[in-house]
């Protein structure tokens, strides 16, 4: 079966589409899924935001240079994720999904001088242990030549599917102390969101998170990622970076940082006061 590529004219805003999400949730629950839409979102010769990525880079601890971190090309591309979970023809209501982990690949170093081709899509619909998992894959082009590819791993849970659960690799923690220690400021949810662009409740404020049943906020488990990223100082020319998010990080908090070399790159992590990790992930270059 084909699938349709529709091609955007502008960058979708992500506010009204969390909006739509929400509304539009309870129409989908319940409702039996054994697919996904063959359906492709496309936003073209899109130029990037210098001082957009200056506030991105201010906040997640990256250095501001010509050569942008992969992490702003999921942000990039996060939009056009967004309006496709928000399509009614979409099975899943986007309040309930979990970013449960995230695998990106740059080819090559991309400056920010550089236009851009952004393509998403969902596929890879299976059964999980608590519900359904999925794969959001996001491409990025340059001069018609691919120069990233992430694929974001999500959950709905209570959702029941077709097949066998697969086994799930777990990445395995550095087994050192940690050499940093962040912290995390009540407002930083607000902040991410404004360069990000991901306004979901959960991650603004104590009153809007209690909605979705946070005591507190919660960062965003993209800022942590690229946080970890940024803490690993200077990043080869080409790379992939696998995190599985394991445990919300609350606001305001203090978190360390662990981080061992590995062959061919680095393992690392996110933990919490009593070690137990909130992020694992690993970097290979090449």
Known sequence: MSREVRELTDVPEVGP????????????????????????????????????????????????????????????????????MADDAFPFALPGLVHVSNDMTLSRPVSVSERLRLLVRAEN??????????????????????????TSLYLATGVRVGGTPATAERLPAPPVVPSQRWRLAADLGRRYAEVSGDFNPIHLS?????????????????????RALAGLGRLPDAYRARVQFAKPIALPSSVGFAAARQDPGWAFAVVGKEGKPHLVGEIAEG
């Open 206 to 226: 104590p009153a809007t998170s209690r909605l979705f049943g946070f005591r507190r906020p919660i960062i965003h488990g993209m800022w942590t990622h690229a």
């Open 125 to 150: 619909l299976r059964l999980h242990a608590k519900g359904a998992v999925f794969d959001m894959v996001g491409e990025v082009h340059a001069s018609d030549e691919p120069v990233w590819r992430g």
């Open 17 to 84: 589409l969390l909006v739509k999400g929400l509304v539009g949730s309870a129409r989908k629950r319940g409702v039996p899924v054994d697919e996904l839409p063959r359906l492709s979102l496309l936003l073209d010769d899109q130029p990037q935001d210098v001082a957009r990525l200056a506030d991105y880079c201010r906040v997640t601890g990256f250095g501001l240079t010509d050569r942008v971190p992969a992490t702003w090309l999921h942000v990039l591309t996060f939009p056009l994720q967004a309006a496709l």
